[in-house]
């Protein structure tokens, strides 16, 4: 059962666009979510996160947002770059016990085009 | 550079051997994670070692064990290898606990086996 999901493989954005990646989840345990980037051969790197008793974190071009009733978080990435072009992966944390590690989702592979 | 150095970067070997992922954390960091990622698929969390002691575990196989060693490097222990067991497999410091504190990954040692 996934917990949290990323329903869209993949997102085509131009150049200078706002690019809206999106991550649901089901479990209202959660109390940190984060976005990593990863491109290829290289580890996933942090971007941005927010605790769940925050609706919005703003960090330069990025901006998080988190709906808790929906239980969906998005990121807004503006304007966007071709060099963002990179899997984006949405993560969630419990606190303790095994939920003590990050629930990642599938990812969403950007394209930015110039 | 995210400071976590895994070694080897590559490996191939064939089913029924065993092989050990080595890596060894940011400096300061006391927790390691251990991540899998399969073709399609997100990062599906292993185990997590914290200054020496097993923490917390996610869906690790029997075949598969870990360790965390004094100087607070870690190994991950693959045995019995199978054609399915190819995959990325990626290695993370943080400093505490996942959700506040970010985790910073090695760039993965691909497992290839035959």
């Known amino acids: 059962d996934q917990q949290v999901k990323q329903n869209s493989p993949s997102l085509s954005v131009q150049e200078g666009r706002i690019s809206i990646l999106n991550c649901d989840y089901t479990?209202?345990?959660?109390?940190?979510f984060l976005w990593y980037k990863k491109y290829p051969a290289e580890g996933p790197t942090f971007l941005i996160s927010i605790s769940s008793i925050k609706d919005k974190n703003e960090d330069g071009r990025f901006t998080v947002f988190l709906n808790k009733s929906a239980k969906h978080l998005s990121l807004h990435i503006v304007p966007s770059q071709p060099g963002d072009s990179a899997v984006y992966f949405c993560a969630a944390s419990a606190p303790g016990g095994s939920q003590g590690n990050l629930i990642f989702g599938k990812g969403t592979k950007l394209s930015v085009k110039p | 550079d995210s400071g976590v150095t895994q070694t080897p970067k590559h490996l191939i070997t064939a089913t029924g051997q065993r092989v050990t992922l080595r890596c060894s954390p940011r400096?300061?960091?006391?927790?390691v994670y251990w991540y899998q990622q399969s073709l399609d698929q997100g990062l599906q969390f292993l185990i997590q070692y914290y200054n020496g002691e097993e923490r917390a575990k996610g869906n690790i196989l029997e075949r598969f064990s870990a360790q965390q060693f004094p100087d607070l490097h870690s190994e991950l222990n693959l045995s019995s290898l199978e054609l399915g067991d190819s995959a990325l497999y990626f290695c993370a410091s943080s400093v505490g606990r996942a959700g506040n504190s970010p985790l910073h990954f090695g760039n993965g040692t691909r497992l290839t086996v035959t």
């Open positions: 479990n209202s345990m959660f109390d940190y």
């Open positions: 400096s300061g960091d006391l927790s």
